[in-house]
Each structure stands twice: as C-alpha cells, then as structure tokens.
C-alpha cells in the first residue's frame, strides 16, 4: 500500500485565506445589492418620467382647450348680439391661429328669463346663451372643456332722463362715496353717461354697472365698474376694476388696477397679472392676461398670457410665459426662457375690428317753457311786490295773487288787494279779504313765515314744514331749506338746498303716496294730510263719484328740482347744489350743473345739462341714487321739450357665464 504526505498548508486552510475569501463574498453581495438599488432608480425615474410626460401632456391639452374657450369669447365679441343669430348647435368652430384645440356649438338659448340680460347701457335687450364645447390634444393626452356664453347688447335711447341713473353734458369730479342702488328691473339704468371727461381718482363708487363718456375716463381707488366705454383715454389706477373697458384711444392700468377685457384702439399697459382678454392696434405692455391679439408689438416681463397674437415683435424680459401663438415680427427673450411658444410667420396679419366712436346728445333744459305747467307762478312786479299766479288750485279760483300776511301775524296768503300802507317789504292783505285769501304754506308757527325774497340776488327762499303740493315756477333764484314738500321745484336760476330737506315729486307721490299695497311716500298729491282741500286739479281727476279722484300724470310733475333758462337766447342759472341731510324722491334736472357735498339721496334719476357757460360738476360727500322701489306714475322726462338723448351707438359684451370640464 502506498501512502501520500500532502503539505501541511494542504491539510489545512490558513487564517489568511479565510479572511480573502470572505471579502470576495463581501464584494459580491455588495455588487448585487448596488445592482439591484441602481435598477431599482432606473426603474423610478422611468416611471417618475413617463408620469410627468403624461402629466405635461394633460397640462398642455387643458391649456390649449382654454385656449379655444378664450379664443371664441373674442370672436363672439367682434359678431356680437346681431351675429349669434348666424350659430347653430352642431356648428364646428374653426380659430384661425389656434393649433391643437377643436370647437363645436352645443346649443343657443335666446329666451327671455334665461339670466343673460344686458347691463352695459341704456335701452338693454335680452341676450343669447351660447354653449361650445372645446377639446385640447398635447402628447397623446386630450382634455375637453364646456363653456356657457352670455353675449349681449345694448341699444341706443332718446332719453337719458328715462334711461341712464346720471347723466352730465359736461366734464364731472366725483369724489366721496356715490352709491348706485336699483332693483332687477332698473340694474341696466345703473349708468354714467358723461358728455365730456370723466374723473374719479378717490372715490368709493358702489353698484354702477356703466360709464359712457366722450372725454378720458379716470378711475381710482377700489372702484368697481361692469362696463367703461370711452371717446378718448382710459386709466384705472389703485385696485379699481372693470369687467369691459372700450377706449377710442390708449388703456393704462397700474398697480392692481385690472379689467376683464380690454378693447383699445390705441396702446394698451397693464401693470396687472390678472387681466383677461386684450384686443389693441396698439403696442401692449402688459403684466399679464389670458389673451392678447394686437396689430402692434408686446413687452412682457414675468407674466404668463394663454396665447398671443402680435403683427410686429414679442419682446419678453424676464421669465415671461407664452402658450401658444403667431407673431408676425422679431422674438426677442433671454435665452434660458424656453416658455414662449409662439410661431414667428413673416408677413403675418392680425384682423381686428376698430371701434366706433360713442356719441351722446347734449340736452336742453328750459324753465321758461315749462311755465305754463305750473300750479303755482312765483314772480316780482314792477314795484318789487311779490306776486304769485294760480292755475288748476281747488279752492283758488285762476288768477294772480299779491303774496302776504293776514288778519295780523297770519303768513302767507293770497288776496287780490293789500292794505292801505302796505309795502313791498311789508306786504298786508285788505280787511276784509278781497279775493281767495288763503295760505298756501305751513309755517312753524302761523306767525312764521315761509316765503322770503332778496332783491339783491333775487332769490326766493322757502323755509317751513309744507307748502300746497304742486308744480312750483320761481322767477330767480331758489333756497330750499328745512321741510317735507310735495312739489315740483322749478326755478329760471339757480337752486341750493340746505337743513333736513325733503321733497316728493307729485309723479313719484301719486294719489295718495300709495300703490297697489307699496307706500312710495308718507302722503299723496290728491289725498294730502297738509293741505287736504288745496289738490292741483289738473294732476287730480274727478271721477265718477263725485267725492272722488284719482292722479293723473304731468310731465313737469316728475321732477323735483329743476333749474335754469334762457331769455333772448342767453342762458342763465341752472346750477344745482344739493345740501346735507337731504332726501329727494323724484328726478333732479340741472340745466348748467350739479354739486352735490354732503349726505344726499336721490331716489330717482340726475341730469346735468351743462348749457351755461361755465361747467364743473362736483359729486363729493356721501351720495346715493336709489332707483330700487320706483312708483309706476313716476315717468322722468316723459314729454319735457328739449329733453335729450343717449348713447347712439350699441356695445356688445360677452361673458362666461360658467364652465366645467367634460
């Protein structure tokens, strides 16, 4: 048998080669523990970038299905109210410009009650709803967006006193507060219409649906507008707003000052992120919008706008963002900003529309013609005796009237003859009376008078608690102070208002101040607790029952206040100053201008006519003009001569009503 002898190093492993092989073992479970984390990374990013192309994708195709819901509110815009008629449910819709979105009309609904009126101008009409649908494609994804149009228009009126809450033939300041309040059946009255410029740079204005203005439109504060449409210029500054802005000339915004959409014929800078659509001819600087669609160039810094549509040059500063669009100049950016997707297209054209120019007609306010409308004629003759002519009184036979005092401290009544000794400062009735001898107005005591005439600047003054309601004619001036009167006011001046001043116009208090159940006013014109038995026959009618009347409409009995005329063709007076603490109810017309200064309501409608020769309307303090709860006998300007018109243009106004994705 043979035996072998291996080598000790054979017969057993060292402490060495224990010690390498366990680090070769140690290097492989690393390594696959090291693969299989690599793969593991690999397979996370790959799934973490096919879920942010997916999601790229799908951002992109909500965009470029805004894109066509923006896209479609300019074309309605530019076809307006007239031109819907030509849609049919099932129409495509193509954009010309815009890439990777398709259009239908879902449907049209012009019927009345269907929440789309127009509130833009006077002479409102129902509008047309409009449903489209739009679907965006981008990398594979889609995304479909249903959009409700509202798209309206407004026609033209004869009449502002009718239509418009303010009306001014003439430049304005307003300042304060000016608060607008109407109900669902006058929103659309809730109107500015401004022969001239229009200026509110520190104003709290409340519930004014639109400006219509020949001049420049300045608007400040946190002022909040539906509609401006002007001749000439249009700035908003602070944080004032504007759904619609239509500008004749250039738009300038600054601070956060925004506008739902801008349409200008000139240039267009707009400091504000958030404004909606811009239609220029005009260059455009802008903080951004969801469109722009000019014939000139845009500057932008680190805005984003949806899409653009610019015939000459984009220029973006900063990290400005484009969605789409076609730009017939230069492209100028930095050079990491790869945001602006837009297409340069040598010669490329942009078809935009120009505006028309608003025109508004001035208005001619003329006391002298309304003269013989008046119950009452308040005038000084010859001699400086105060004189007062009578029509249509019961009780007052027709005729003129020597106004004074009667049977010792009784105040003023009306005779036909004075006193042996009696003067024009110090005028006496005749005992016994010749004539009516009644008094027409209550004073605070029967000693105190209510009537009172200055020679110096013939001026009438009224101060009291009541006169005989009725259509009043003053020749000169008038003071209006404290009191409840149930008048129309109308004087060939001016007329100033002071104190706890009331007046209800015969139109707006009717019968008895009551109809159908609504109390208008604390008493009527027929049915008066203050002079009960002295009714304007002429606004009373007898009916059947002899004991019984009812109110019958005049057109000067729609005023309250009205001022200003002309003799020989030289106008004079006509200038408007509304106190503190004053309540009118009924229309205020002044035939120069209006100033207003403390706390005054209106609850009717304002005109200033500017026919004088030096004009500066000036709303300031706290005003209101209410038209929430008009009585139905109260017809402002129906039938005045000389009574103007409105705006002779229409404006269009489209809105999304809402939105939702499909």
Not at 136 to 161: E, I, R
């Amino acid at each position: 048998m043979r035996t072998f002898n291996f080598p000790s190093s054979f017969s057993q492993p060292s402490t060495r080669g224990q010690r390498g092989l366990a680090a070769i073992l140690l290097v492989l479970l690393v390594g696959l523990s090291l693969s299989a984390a690599v793969l593991g990374t690999m397979y996370y990013i790959r799934s973490e970038q096919d879920s942010m192309v997916t999601a790229h994708g799908a951002t992109q195709a909500q965009m470029k299905a805004w894109n066509g819901v923006e896209a479609f509110r300019q074309y309605l815009y530019q076809i307006g109210l007239t031109g819907t008629t030509s849609l049919a449910a099932g129409n495509a819709i193509t954009l010309g410009g815009v890439t990777g979105v398709a259009g239908s009309v879902v449907s049209l609904n012009s019927a009345t009650g269907n929440g789309c009126v127009s509130s833009a101008a006077s002479g409102s009409t129902q509008g047309t709803l409009v449903t489209a649908n739009f679907t965006g494609s981008s990398g594979g994804a889609t995304s479909t967006v249903q959009a409700v149009y509202c798209v309206t228009g407004s026609t033209t009126s004869s009449n502002p006193g009718n239509t418009n809450a303010i009306n001014f033939n003439h430049d304005v300041n307003l300042g304060g507060s000016i608060t607008i309040n109407s109900s669902t059946t006058t929103a659309q009255n809730a109107v500015i219409n401004v022969q001239g410029a229009f200026n509110a740079g520190s104003l709290s204005l409340t519930g004014l649906k639109a400006i219509n203005a020949t001049g420049n439109v300045t608007l400040g504060s946190n002022s909040s507008v539906n509609v401006i449409s002007s001749n000439g210029n249009v700035t908003l500054s602070g944080s004032a707003s504007a759904l619609t802005i239509n500008a004749m000339g250039n738009v300038v915004l600054t601070g956060a000052a925004y506008a739902g959409a801008i349409n200008a014929n000139g240039t267009v800078s707009a400091q504000s992120t958030n404004n909606g659509a811009i239609v220029a001819i005009g260059d455009v600087t802008l903080g951004g919008a969801t469109s722009v669609k000019t014939k000139g160039s845009v500057t932008m810094d680190y805005s984003t706008v949806g899409t653009l549509y610019a015939q000459k040059n984009l220029t973006v500063t900063s990290s400005g963002s484009v969605g789409s669009g076609i730009i017939g100049g230069a492209l100028s950016k930095p050079s990491w900003n790869n945001n602006v997707n837009v297409t340069q297209q040598t010669g490329y054209t942009v078809a935009i529309t120009p505006l028309t120019a608003l025109t508004l007609t001035t208005q001619t306010v003329d006391a002298y013609q309304l003269q013989s409308l008046a119950n009452y004629v308040f005038d000084v003759d010859s001699s400086g005796y105060r004189k007062v002519t009578v029509a249509n009184v019961n009780g007052i036979a027709n005729g003129t009237y020597y106004l004074g005092n009667y049977d010792g401290s009784h105040q003023d009544y009306l005779c036909t003859a004075l006193a042996t000794g009696s003067s024009a400062s110090n005028s006496t009735c005749q005992t016994p009376a010749v004539g009516s001898a009644v008094t027409i107005c209550q004073g605070y005591s029967t000693s105190n008078s209510c009537f009172a005439y200055s020679t110096s600047n013939s001026t009438w003054s009224i101060n009291g608690t009541s006169m005989a309601q009725g259509v009043t004619w003053f020749h000169g001036n008038l003071a209006l102070g404290n009191g409840n009167y149930y008048n129309t006011f109308i004087a060939t001046g001016n007329i100033a208002t002071s104190g706890s001043f009331q007046v209800y116009a015969p139109s707006y208090a009717g019968y008895n101040g009551s109809v159908s159940g609504t109390n208008y006013t604390p008493t009527g014109i027929c049915v008066n607790s203050f002079f009960p038995a002295r009714y304007p026959t002429n606004l009373c009618t007898p009916t059947s029952n002899p004991t019984s009347y009812v109110y019958t409409a005049n057109p000067a009995a729609n005023y309250a206040l009205l001022a200003g005329g002309a003799v020989n063709g030289i106008y004079s007076g006509g200038n408007i100053s509304l106190g503190s603490s004053n309540t009118i109810y009924g229309s205020v017309l002044a035939g120069n201008q209006l100033t207003t200064g403390g706390s005054t309501v209106v609850n009717g409608y304002v005109t200033a006519a500017g026919n004088g020769s030096s004009v500066t309307n000036s709303l300031g303090g706290s005003t209101t003009i209410n038209l929430t709860a008009l009585p139905p006998a109260y017809q402002p300007g129906a039938g005045l001569p000389s009574t103007g018109g409105g705006a002779s243009t229409s404006t269009n106004n489209v809105q999304v009503f809402w939105s939702r994705y499909l």
